[in-house]
T-cell receptor
Framework: GAVVSQHPSWVICKSGTSVKIECRSL??????MFWYRQFPKQSLMLMAT?????????EQGVEKDKFLINHASLTLSTLTVTSAHPEDSSFYIC???????????FGPGTRLTVT | DAKTTQPTSMDCAEGRAANLPCNHS???????VYWYRQIHSQGPQYIIH???NNETNEMASLIITEDRKSSTLILPHATLRDTAVYYC?????????????FGKGTTLSVSS
């Protein structure tokens, strides 16, 4: 089956610094990638949708200047949390789909802790 | 998307069948019922989906009522590794390019 990886699986950073999370489709080309975040004991919340070569579309309430998304290739999307603060601590999950395929494949998630 | 309603939590004994219900009374004719699960601190995992007929795969069975207003996911022989949050999602085929939207799901606890 289609595999999506994320790196790193967990990261701790200091408040005010930036951290980049990578999402890769390992055995398929992902025309669309999605980024979610999940706070403890809550469901997944969609942050943004990115299509390869286009600017990401952000959900209402998600700051596009704080959460920078780049989808420069068909196998890689990155989420950069800029000037991270403790309230950005969360579980970040990406997913990917192939054009024409209904299925959405999820990565294993990245645990971000901002101290 | 049609709204879904699931119980907050359920318990199941190991080795017994786990039957997880989902109500989707406003489902329209072209909307599919999807089930995903999320084991703690992992990404969601696809389980099964269906339109109107019952479906079965190596993981589970999906029973959809004739009026399509509700469905049941059946894990025939639950194991401890099936402890997870189970999400029932309804969406149409023309939403293939859009993201899955997750509700609160059902937390299934399987105990020995």
């Amino acid at each position: 089956g289609a595999v999506v990886s994320q790196h790193p699986s967990w990261v701790i950073c200091k408040s005010g610094t930036s951290v980049k999370i990578e999402c890769r489709s390992l055995d398929f080309q992902a025309t669309t990638m999605f980024w979610y975040r999940q706070f403890p004991k809550q469901s997944l919340m969609l942050m943004a949708t990115s299509n390869e070569g286009s600017k990401a579309t952000y959900e209402q309430g998600v700051e596009k200047d704080k959460f920078l998304i780049n989808h420069a290739s068909l196998t890689l999307s990155t989420l950069t949390v800029t000037s991270a603060h403790p309230e950005d601590s969360s579980f970040y999950i990406c997913s990917a789909r192939v054009s024409g395929d209904y299925e959405q494949y999820f990565g294993p998630g990245t645990r971000l802790t901002v101290t | 998307d049609a709204k879904t309603t699931q119980p907050t939590s359920m318990d199941c004994a190991e080795g017994r069948a786990a039957n997880l219900p989902c109500n989707h009374s406003t489902i329209s004719g072209n909307e599919y019922v999807y089930w995903y699960r999320q084991i703690h601190s992992q990404g969601p995992q696809y389980i099964i989906h269906g339109l109107k007929n019952n479906e079965t795969n190596e993981m589970a069975s999906l029973i959809i009522t004739e009026d399509r207003k509700s469905s049941t996911l059946i894990l025939p022989h639950a194991t401890l590794r099936d402890t997870a949050v189970y999400y029932c999602i309804v969406r149409s085929s023309n939403q293939a390019g859009t993201a899955l939207i997750f509700g609160k799901g059902t937390t299934l606890s399987v105990s020995s």
